[in-house]
Structure formats: structure tokens, C-alpha cells
DNA sequence: CTCCGTGCAAAAGGTTTGCACTGGT
DNA sequence: ACCAGTGCAAACCTTTTGCACGGAG
């Protein structure tokens, strides 16, 4: 079920790890292909539980390993969660993400002008090099709003 | 070593304590005490080896609990992170915060210029109720910058 | 032939849970 | 006296590491 998006973010994987010496392998491409049919933000494990119907035989150490690569040449991120379980992301274009305190449900943002606002600190602690931003948002999903209503849940992160 | 903002905010635990019904006990009160302390965001070990000395005995357990019961009544928060260890703010106030992406570290950005430009997000996903945001520069800081200049490191979350 | 990626198993974190005890209210 | 908080140990979950095999250049 590869869509054009998927086959050109693959040729794009296949030129990073050219320019950056790493060999190609069917594993690499088929976890890469996985994260990138999710908009979920799956966490390592459940790209295993997707990857090894494709792979049987598949260990969930490469996994770990292709999704560490993946992160490291800039195929897709990690991006940040308070929960202990690391998650992907395959969209590297800077956008935001919502995320629900109760369930840590996290979903894309698509505002453009929310980064036009942003501009760099004007005080920026010991002269830290910028590279980019994103801005987090939290509260409730409409889900958990519905289910249990006034239910625990922490508050958001500052 | 408490200061006036210290014992303020342990007044105001007591406060939330009473409110939401949960005792208060030794090790919640310095438990916080020791988390007020930091600026550095610390892991929940980072917070067991500081209390031990004070509270001889305390378990890693009671520390994980009390954390988790600090930050469901709001004392403290839990941050995003992108590693495997929770870490906790005593900030509770509106900031936002500098990512090193190279060593993990973490510090508060006070510039309240950023929190005002931020407006909330015109096409929020599937009735979503917003409660707070928060912004996350990512980047090098400059004693990583020093050490190893051009080293590895993952790009920034998006 | 030589590397390097992979699989397996074990170890290394980090966090939670069951159970008995104890201390506060 | 009761209930909830605590300590201990063990379980659990996530991630990393050592080592041997095997396939690609």
C-alpha cells in the first residue's frame, strides 16, 4: 500500500544513506516504509508488531536499531512524550503536536501560522545554537472528554 | 537551605493536599522540598539519591510514588522528554525550554514575549480542548558545542 | 576475504505491583 | 482502630550490548 509520498521518502532514504555510507538493507526500507504509513507516532514496539508480518524472522533488536539509524540520518525523529516508551515520527517538516493528558494521545498540527509567530529567545540560556522549535499544546481529546469526564489524568506539562 | 518561595510552595502542597484528601507525610513534604531545589529537571533517581540522605531508609519505591502523586495534584510537573527516564520541573508558571540534542540537557526559557505571540491553533484536531502549551527549542549548547564540534547527535524533534 | 548488518540471548536501565507492616489521624 | 502510606522484593517493560553467523561488496 505504498503511495507516491511513500516511494519518494524512500528514494530520499536511499540518498541519505548513500551520502552518509550506510549500506541499504531490506530491513532498513521495510521499517522505514512502516513508519511512514503511520501518523500515530508509534512507539518501537509496535513498529516491531507491524514489521515482522513483513519480515518474518525479524528481531525486535533491529527494530531498535533501524529506528535509531533511521533518526540519526534524518529519515524520520523521535520526538518528545512523557511517557517511558520512545516514539517516531515520520514527517520531518516542522510542525506542532497535541498531545491529551489522559490517554497521551498525540496528534500532528498542521498551523502554519503558529511557527511564523514564534521568533528565537531574545535571552537564550549560555549561548545555546538554535536549530529549531516546536510547540507543544495539552489538554483533553474529545475521547477521553466523553468517557470519563472530570477523570484523573495529570496536569499538563509546562 | 529553604527559602521563602520553598516553604510557599510546600504551604501551598499542604493546601492541595487537604483539598484532593491525600495525607500528608514526611516523605511527600521532602520529597518536594528536594525536587524545589533544582533548576536541572531531575530523573526520578536523581531525586532518590538526593532525599536518601535526609530521609535514611526511604525506598526508590515511595520516591516514584510520591513523584507521581506530586505531579497528579499538581505540585510539580513531569516534562517531555526523549529519553527513557521521566524527569520532573517544580515550575509549575507558564516557560518553555531549551533542548540540548546532543547531551539531553534540559533548561527553562523565561522569555514571556514567546508565550504571548503563541495563539492557540485555529483548526485544533477532532474537538480538542486546550488547556496550556509549552515551546521547545531544540539545539546545541555550547559546552557540547566545545567538546565535540560536528560530533553525532540526532537532528531535533519536530 | 573482509565488513557490517543481523539475530539471539543476556544484561542494563527504569517503573510498577503484591504483600506485609507501620504510622498518622 | 482503621486506613492509607511505606518498604521490600519481584515482576514488568523498554532499550542496549556481546557475540557469532552470514550475506554483500
Redesign the pocket.
Known amino acids: 500500500v505504498a503511495t507516491n509520498e511513500t516511494h519518494e521518502r524512500l528514494r530520499d532514504f536511499d540518498e541519505l544513506c548513500r551520502q552518509q555510507g550506510?549500506?541499504l538493507?531490506?530491513?532498513?526500507r521495510t521499517i522505514l516504509e512502516a513508519v511512514l504509513e503511520r501518523t500515530d507516532h508509534p512507539?518501537?514496539?509496535q513498529v516491531y508488531e507491524e514489521v515482522k508480518e513483513r519480515?518474518p524472522?525479524?528481531?525486535?533488536?533491529?527494530v531498535?536499531?533501524?529506528l535509531?539509524l533511521l533518526t540519526r540520518v534524518g529519515a524520520i525523529t523521535r520526538i518528545f512524550t512523557r511517557g517511558?516508551?520512545?516514539r517516531f515520527d515520520p514527517v520531518v517538516r516542522r510542525h506542532h503536536h497535541f498531545v491529551c493528558v489522559r490517554c497521551d494521545g498525540l496528534v500532528d498540527l498542521w498551523d502554519e501560522g503558529i511557527g511564523e509567530l514564534v521568533r528565537m529567545p531574545s535571552n537564550p540560556p549560555g549561548s545555546f545554537e538554535i536549530e529549531g522549535f516546536s510547540v507543544y499544546f495539552f489538554g483533553t481529546c474529545a475521547t477521553c472528554r466523553a468517557t470519563w469526564e472530570g477523570a484523573e489524568g495529570e496536569p499538563g506539562a509546562i
Chains 1, 2 share one sequence.
Open positions: 550506510f549500506p538493507t531490506v530491513q532498513r512507539t518501537a514496539d519480515l524472522g525479524v528481531s525486535r533488536t533491529t531498535y536499531r533501524v535509531q517511558a516508551a520512545a
